[in-house]
């Protein structure tokens, strides 16, 4: 069903208002009457909103490709989601960027740290 979608909105959906649009993940209810398609696409804020706008109106479009290519018997309702992965990866290596340089300085300290109290604190 992914590649169904994506082939219909990369081929089929003419509108100037969508963008360079990825499906990333299509998730389909049990009984196979609702499906959520997962999406991301290149740009900022703006382009977000108008490829949203674009999908929300050419879901009658997908939906009767994804009927014809599937053959099912009902037809899946489709809702499209902005998949949120991407900004969530790049916060991810951000942290992890930190991470590194806090071990990293952390390390360097640890190299020239010397003991608290006396250095040979046994009794000789």
Do not use: C
């Amino acid at each position: 069903m992914r590649e169904v979608v994506a082939s219909v909105v990369e081929h089929q959906v003419k509108d100037d208002r969508l963008g360079m649009v990825t499906i990333t993940d299509v998730r389909m209810t049990p009984d196979l009457h609702e499906a959520t398609v997962f999406w991301t696409v290149w740009g900022d804020e703006q382009v977000r909103a108008d490829s949203a706008a674009a999908l929300d109106d050419a879901k009658g479009q997908v939906r009767t490709a994804v009927g014809r290519a599937t053959g099912l018997k009902h037809t899946p309702s489709i809702t499209f989601v902005l998949d949120a992965v991407p900004e969530n990866a790049a916060h991810i290596e951000e942290l992890l960027a930190k991470a590194r340089d806090d071990d990293e300085r952390l390390h360097r300290e640890a190299e020239r740290a010397r003991p608290a109290g006396d250095p040979d604190p046994y009794r000789t």
